[in-house]
T-cell receptor
Framework: EDQVTQSPEALRLQEGESSSLNCSYT??????LFWYRQDPGKGPEFLFT???AGEEKEKERLKATLTKKESFLHITAPKPEDSATYLC????????????FGKGTRLSVIA | EPEVTQTPSHQVTQMGQEVILRCVPI?????FYWYRQILGQKVEFLVS????????KSEIFDDQFSVERPDGSNFTLKIRSTKLEDSAMYFC????????????FGDGTRLSIL
């Protein structure tokens, strides 16, 4: 059973066109939700950790928010360099250390 | 900024051969991990390592796989007899703590089995 579901699978935006990516999770007792950025041929690059509902984190044009069942990554006035796959991950139910990843949202920002 | 480094970036091997993938985690981190990503699929957990022993492993991490920390800086993943389905990107990660602590990833080794 998928514990992390991301939507949409792909998103194409014009430069400056704000939008949001969604991550829903089904693990019990959330011990943190992580957002990563992955560029083609590269490893996931850590962006944010969110620990409790209502928490928000910001970095440049990105803002991550968390509710009890989902997280949003808001992208404000994106630029072409924001194009990447954005991954959401949570620690698994089965243990303390493994991260369970979603399939990601592939974002393309067109100039 | 400290980073996780992995070598080689690309490894091509004949089926049935042994491969060793190498990683240098961030120096003050205590927890080490291997993940893999088959082309077009999710990043999947393989194994975690702490205090010189495996702390958790997935169903993927069968007897063909092993991990080792041979010295104070390197962390290796060995596949004894590679199969075609082992072709994937293999990522090493490290973290200061477990569970709720961010894991930092290297740029991976692309393993191609012929």
């Amino acid at each position: 059973e998928d514990q992390v579901t991301q939507s949409p699978e792909a998103l194409r935006l014009q430069e400056g066109e704000s939008s949001s990516l969604n991550c829903s999770y089904t693990v019990s007792g959330l011990r943190g939700l992580f957002w990563y950025r992955q560029d083609p041929g590269k490893g996931p690059e850590f962006l944010f950790t969110l620990y409790s509902a209502g928490e928000e984190k910001e970095k440049e044009r990105l803002k991550a928010t968390l509710t009890k069942k989902e997280s949003f990554l808001h992208i404000t006035a994106p630029k072409p360099e924001d194009s990447a796959t954005y991954l959401c991950a949570v620690p698994s139910d089965s243990g303390n250390t493994p991260l369970v990843f979603g399939k990601g949202t592939r974002l393309s920002v067109i100039a | 900024e400290p980073e996780v480094t992995q070598t080689p970036s690309h490894q091509v091997t004949q089926m049935g051969q042994e491969v060793i993938l190498r990683c240098v985690p961030i120096s003050n981190h205590l927890y080490f991990y291997w993940y893999r990503q088959i082309l077009g699929q999710k990043v999947e957990f393989l194994v975690s390592f702490y205090n010189n022993e495996i702390s958790e492993k997935s169903e993927i991490f069968d007897d063909q796989f092993s991990v080792e920390r041979p010295d104070g800086s390197n962390f290796t993943l060995k596949i004894r007899s590679t199969k075609l389905e082992d072709s994937a990107m293999y990522f090493c990660a490290s973290s200061e703590g477990q569970g709720d602590t961010p894991q930092h990833f290297g740029d991976g080794t692309r393993l191609s089995i012929l």
